[in-house]
Protein backbone atom coordinates (compact mmCIF):
# COMPACT_ATOMS: atom_id res chain seq x y z
CA UNK A 1 0.00 0.00 0.00
CA UNK A 2 1.37 3.48 -0.53
CA UNK A 3 0.46 4.46 2.91
CA UNK A 4 4.22 6.62 3.05
CA UNK A 5 3.45 8.32 0.36
CA UNK A 6 -0.40 9.69 1.10
CA UNK A 7 0.82 10.34 4.37
CA UNK A 8 3.70 12.59 3.32
CA UNK A 9 0.74 14.65 0.89
CA UNK A 10 -2.05 14.21 3.23
CA UNK A 11 -1.94 17.83 5.95
CA UNK A 12 -0.88 16.83 9.51
CA UNK A 13 -3.72 17.24 12.56
CA UNK A 14 -2.05 20.14 13.64
CA UNK A 15 -2.19 22.12 10.43
CA UNK A 16 -6.29 21.15 10.04
CA UNK A 17 -6.74 21.96 13.70
CA UNK A 18 -5.15 25.85 13.19
CA UNK A 19 -7.17 26.19 9.63
CA UNK A 20 -9.85 28.75 10.05
CA UNK A 21 -12.65 27.42 7.79
CA UNK A 22 -11.88 23.97 9.17
CA UNK A 23 -12.78 25.29 12.63
CA UNK A 24 -16.57 25.07 11.90
CA UNK A 25 -16.67 21.49 12.07
CA UNK A 26 -15.08 21.04 15.13
CA UNK A 27 -14.45 18.26 16.61
CA UNK A 28 -15.89 15.67 13.99
CA UNK A 29 -12.57 17.01 11.73
CA UNK A 30 -10.51 15.22 14.13
CA UNK A 31 -12.05 11.46 13.72
CA UNK A 32 -8.90 9.56 13.01
CA UNK A 33 -10.61 7.46 10.81
CA UNK A 34 -10.69 10.16 8.42
CA UNK A 35 -7.28 10.84 8.00
CA UNK A 36 -5.88 6.88 8.94
CA UNK A 37 -5.39 4.20 6.55
CA UNK A 38 -7.39 1.30 7.09
CA UNK A 39 -8.67 -1.55 5.22
CA UNK A 40 -12.51 -0.59 6.62
CA UNK A 41 -11.62 3.05 6.29
CA UNK A 42 -10.43 2.88 2.70
CA UNK A 43 -13.11 0.60 1.32
CA UNK A 44 -15.77 2.72 2.31
CA UNK A 45 -14.19 6.37 1.39
CA UNK A 46 -14.14 4.30 -2.37
CA UNK A 47 -17.93 3.48 -2.18
CA UNK A 48 -18.45 6.56 -0.85
CA UNK A 49 -16.54 8.14 -3.56
CA UNK A 50 -17.93 6.30 -6.44
CA UNK A 51 -21.69 6.70 -5.60
CA UNK A 52 -21.21 9.97 -5.18
CA UNK A 53 -19.35 10.33 -9.05
CA UNK A 54 -23.01 9.61 -10.45
CA UNK A 55 -24.77 11.90 -8.77
CA UNK A 56 -25.30 14.02 -11.73
CA UNK A 57 -24.86 17.41 -9.84
CA UNK A 58 -22.08 20.30 -9.40
CA UNK A 59 -20.29 20.31 -5.42
CA UNK A 60 -20.00 16.48 -5.94
CA UNK A 61 -16.26 16.76 -4.06
CA UNK A 62 -18.13 18.92 -0.88
CA UNK A 63 -20.49 16.11 -1.10
CA UNK A 64 -18.44 13.41 -0.69
CA UNK A 65 -16.28 15.24 2.18
CA UNK A 66 -19.27 15.64 4.07
CA UNK A 67 -20.49 12.08 3.94
CA UNK A 68 -17.46 10.42 4.55
CA UNK A 69 -17.40 12.96 7.70
CA UNK A 70 -20.91 11.71 9.35
CA UNK A 71 -19.84 8.23 7.90
CA UNK A 72 -15.94 8.46 9.74
CA UNK A 73 -14.31 6.71 6.81
CA UNK A 74 -10.96 8.36 4.95
CA UNK A 75 -11.87 11.79 3.73
CA UNK A 76 -9.15 11.97 1.07
CA UNK A 77 -9.89 8.70 -0.34
CA UNK A 78 -13.60 9.85 -0.20
CA UNK A 79 -13.06 12.94 -1.84
CA UNK A 80 -10.58 11.26 -4.80
CA UNK A 81 -13.14 8.82 -5.88
CA UNK A 82 -15.44 11.43 -7.19
CA UNK A 83 -12.66 11.91 -9.79
CA UNK A 84 -14.24 8.75 -11.45
CA UNK A 85 -16.76 11.39 -12.80
CA UNK A 86 -14.41 14.26 -14.75
CA UNK A 87 -15.55 16.09 -17.78
CA UNK A 88 -13.68 13.28 -20.16
CA UNK A 89 -15.77 10.76 -18.62
CA UNK A 90 -19.04 12.49 -17.13
CA UNK A 91 -20.78 12.05 -20.41
CA UNK A 92 -20.03 8.27 -21.01
CA UNK A 93 -20.91 7.61 -17.16
CA UNK A 94 -24.04 9.40 -17.28
CA UNK A 95 -25.17 8.17 -20.89
CA UNK A 96 -24.79 4.88 -19.68
CA UNK A 97 -26.48 5.15 -16.26
CA UNK A 98 -29.61 6.69 -18.42
CA UNK A 99 -29.30 3.49 -20.80
CA UNK A 100 -29.53 1.48 -17.12
CA UNK A 101 -32.30 3.14 -15.88
CA UNK A 102 -34.32 2.95 -19.83
CA UNK A 103 -33.44 -0.91 -19.75
CA UNK A 104 -34.53 -1.40 -16.19
CA UNK A 105 -38.26 0.66 -16.72
CA UNK A 106 -38.40 -0.59 -19.76
CA UNK A 107 -38.71 2.62 -21.76
CA UNK A 108 -36.44 2.72 -25.18
CA UNK A 109 -33.79 5.35 -25.06
CA UNK A 110 -34.29 8.60 -27.17
CA UNK A 111 -30.99 10.39 -28.11
CA UNK A 112 -29.57 12.91 -26.63
CA UNK A 113 -27.71 15.52 -28.00
CA UNK A 114 -26.55 17.23 -25.29
CA UNK A 115 -25.66 20.93 -24.75
CA UNK A 116 -24.81 22.62 -21.23
CA UNK A 117 -27.65 25.23 -21.44
CA UNK A 118 -30.96 26.22 -19.12
CA UNK A 119 -32.94 25.87 -22.32
CA UNK A 120 -31.74 22.34 -22.86
CA UNK A 121 -32.39 21.71 -18.87
CA UNK A 122 -35.59 22.56 -19.24
CA UNK A 123 -36.75 21.00 -22.97
CA UNK A 124 -34.59 18.06 -23.03
CA UNK A 125 -34.29 16.56 -18.95
CA UNK A 126 -37.83 16.68 -18.59
CA UNK A 127 -38.19 13.62 -20.87
CA UNK A 128 -35.66 11.07 -20.03
CA UNK A 129 -34.96 12.56 -16.08
CA UNK A 130 -36.84 9.35 -14.85
CA UNK A 131 -34.83 6.56 -16.06
CA UNK A 132 -31.58 8.92 -15.91
CA UNK A 133 -31.70 9.60 -12.00
CA UNK A 134 -32.45 5.50 -11.56
CA UNK A 135 -29.43 4.74 -13.82
CA UNK A 136 -27.32 6.95 -11.87
CA UNK A 137 -28.23 5.44 -8.33
CA UNK A 138 -28.10 1.54 -9.45
CA UNK A 139 -24.60 2.61 -11.16
CA UNK A 140 -23.78 4.46 -8.48
CA UNK A 141 -24.61 1.63 -5.49
CA UNK A 142 -23.34 -0.72 -8.01
CA UNK A 143 -19.83 0.53 -8.47
CA UNK A 144 -20.36 1.43 -4.67
CA UNK A 145 -20.37 -1.89 -3.79
CA UNK A 146 -17.77 -3.46 -6.40
CA UNK A 147 -15.02 -1.19 -5.16
CA UNK A 148 -15.46 -2.17 -1.83
CA UNK A 149 -15.47 -5.94 -2.71
CA UNK A 150 -12.18 -4.99 -4.73
CA UNK A 151 -10.56 -2.85 -2.66
CA UNK A 152 -11.10 -5.40 0.68
CA UNK A 153 -9.96 -8.18 -1.50
CA UNK A 154 -6.52 -6.43 -2.91
CA UNK A 155 -5.63 -5.41 0.80
CA UNK A 156 -6.32 -8.74 2.00
CA UNK A 157 -4.42 -10.38 -1.01
CA UNK A 158 -1.67 -7.64 -0.54
CA UNK A 159 -1.63 -8.39 3.41
CA UNK A 160 -0.90 -12.25 2.73
CA UNK A 161 1.32 -11.86 0.36
CA UNK A 162 3.53 -9.79 3.18
CA UNK A 163 2.95 -12.36 5.69
CA UNK A 164 4.18 -15.33 3.17
CA UNK A 165 7.34 -13.18 2.18
CA UNK A 166 8.32 -12.58 5.68
CA UNK A 167 7.68 -16.16 6.67
CA UNK A 168 9.85 -17.18 4.12
CA UNK A 169 12.60 -14.49 5.45
CA UNK A 170 12.39 -16.20 8.57
CA UNK A 171 12.77 -19.55 7.37
CA UNK A 172 15.48 -18.54 5.51
CA UNK A 173 17.42 -16.77 8.09
CA UNK A 174 16.84 -20.29 10.64
CA UNK A 175 18.85 -22.02 8.01
CA UNK A 176 21.68 -19.49 7.82
CA UNK A 177 22.09 -19.37 11.73
Known sequence: MPRKLLKQLLPGEETLREDQQLKLLGPMLH?????HLTRSSVATAVSV???IA???APGQMLLAATMAILIGCN?????AGVWVSNPLTMAPLFYGAYRV????LGEST???QFEISVEWLSTQLSGIWQPFLLGCLICGLACALVGNIAI???WRLHVWRRWRERKARRIA????A
Open 54 to 56: FVP
Open 75 to 79: LPIAV
Open 173 to 176: ERRI
Open 49 to 51: GLL
Open 110 to 112: HKV
Open 101 to 104: GAWL
Open 31 to 35: NPNLW
Open 152 to 154: RLI
